[in-house]
């Protein structure tokens, strides 16, 4: 359509491995401050800050619907009776700002494209089905191609702007390493009795430098709260959102086919769950692992480190709930920081996340309520009883398995009863039979 050349085609959102790619990249900003001599980081450390974050950062895809454009080439068919009909394709161009990189990789609950798409440059270029000039066939397509880039983007932007968070602070903590060295060698040349070798020159000690200047270490990124310098973080930045994002996934499953798993006890329904974490995600996902005061439900390790701990219990009362909590902690050790408690409704009616906060809140080590994301779960502070100076985050999903409804129990109920009816009077057809056989006067020879 313009004078760009047109690149593709490419699959679209088929690749699971995004936090491969951000871990990736955080390496290497490791690697490549760490390369750097350590007078120049001292020299100016916001300027290596600034260089690193507009390297690495990457941008949010936006689209710009407002300007969307179309292409409607003909195409000429043979129908099975050998006559030609003339079909049009609709082309969309969908203007885009950002990475495009991001759409090859697979959103949470959306699947990947079975037709690749093309880019000319800051467009994506879809083709459509080709159709018979039906406009609301069209519009049927059109509104299904948008809806699907709309989820798909939004929720791959969610793990994109996490990863820009977390790249200032994986930033900072390598200029800051490379200043601790700095100033290490500065206090060992500034203690040193002897002349230092300064471009194979020995320097005289009556001439020696003054020691250098001590190097400032790189300002902290404000966040929205203080973090404890003694809390453990060992999920990278956005991996607790993404399990209890998957957590949701696989209990909506659940809620969608109760009539299947209504019935089911605590450990069958936390298998289901475990099920879609070991698909999903790329740490070791295990069930009933002895820790501390028991064995817990679920857990998440990357190695030795235990990045995840859930209970999972079905819905009882409120003392219920907290005697739950209570049972979690006891899983806790004080390195752990990152929870949840997944609870299975099985009542006539949903028990509100309303409720459940102020039932949470009553908890003695539940300090305050983060920001929930989309009324999907709630999520909390709590202290960590093990060691009250720490902090941890605490999420509660709630998944809905209503009982089987009355209609549906009167005719599971009538069903049942003419299979026995039928049953009791094949079996009284049997025992006659039987009965004439044994009563039949014998034939004479």
């Known amino acids: 359509m313009g004078s760009e050349k047109r690149e593709g085609p490419y699959p679209l959102f088929y690749r699971d491995d995004i936090v491969a790619w951000f871990t990736g990249n955080y390496a290497q900003v490791e690697r490549e401050i760490s390369g750097i001599a350590n007078e120049e980081v001292n020299a100016d450390p916001e300027i290596v800050r600034t260089t690193y974050l507009n390297k690495f950062r990457i941008e949010p895809l936006r689209w710009g619907y407002k300007n969307i454009s179309i292409e409607l080439p003909e195409k000429l068919t043979q129908a099975p009776n050998g006559e030609g009909r003339t079909l049009v394709v609709p082309t969309l161009y969908i203007p885009f700002e950002g990475n495009k990189g991001i759409l090859m990789f697979k959103p949470e609950g ?4 079975s037709v690749g798409v093309f880019f000319e440059g800051n467009n994506l270029v879809v083709e459509l089905p080709a159709i018979d000039y039906d406009i609301e066939e ?42 601790d060295m700095f100033n290490k ?49 060992y999920l990278d930045p956005g991996y607790y959102n993404r399990i209890l994002e998957t ?18 006890d605590e450990p069958a329904l936390r298998d289901a769950i475990l099920l879609g974490l070991r698909t999903t995600l790329t740490y070791s996902a295990t069930g009933e692992s002895f820790t501390v005061d028991g064995k817990s439900d679920i857990m998440l390790k990357r190695g030795h480190a235990v990045l995840f701990i859930a209970e999972c219990k079905i819905w009882a009362g409120e003392k219920n709930f907290l005697a739950s909590i209570d049972q979690l902690e006891g899983y806790l050790t004080h390195r752990d920081n990152k929870t949840a408690v997944i609870i299975f409704d099985k009542g006539k009616t949903i028990q509100t996340y309303g409720v459940i906060k102020k039932v949470a809140m009553k908890h003695g080590n539940i300090i305050s309520e983060l920001k929930p994301n989309k009324g999907d779960w709630l999520e909390f502070e709590f202290r960590n009883s093990k060691d009250p100076t720490k902090f941890g985050s605490l999420a509660v999903l709630r998944f809905h398995l209503p009982p089987c409804p009355l209609s549906e129990r009167k005719k599971t109920s009538n069903l049942k009863a003419k299979r026995g009816a ?24």
């Open 138 to 179: 069209f519009e049927s397509l059109y509104e299904g191609v948008k809806c699907n880039l709309e989820t798909g983007v939004a929720r791959l932007n969610r793990d994109v702007e996490e990863y820009n968070r977390g790249l200032g602070l994986v930033i900072n903590k390598a200029i800051n390493k490379k200043a």
């Open 247 to 264: 957590i949701t996934a696989a209990g909506t499953q659940l809620e969608r086919t109760a009539s299947s798993f209504r019935d089911l």
């Open 185 to 233: 060698k500065a206090e060992f040349v500034r203690r040193l009795k002897l002349s230092v070798k300064l471009d194979g020159v020995d320097s005289p000690s009556e001439k020696r430098d003054p020691p250098p200047v001590i190097a400032e270490r790189a300002p902290t990124p404000k966040v929205e709260k203080p973090t404890n310098e003694t809390r453990d973080e």
């Open 422 to 445: 039928k049953a009791r009077s094949r079996s009284k057809v049997a025992h006659t039979k039987a009965r004439k056989r044994t009563n039949r006067p014998e034939k004479g020879p």
């Open 110 to 113: 959306v699947k990947p494209w």
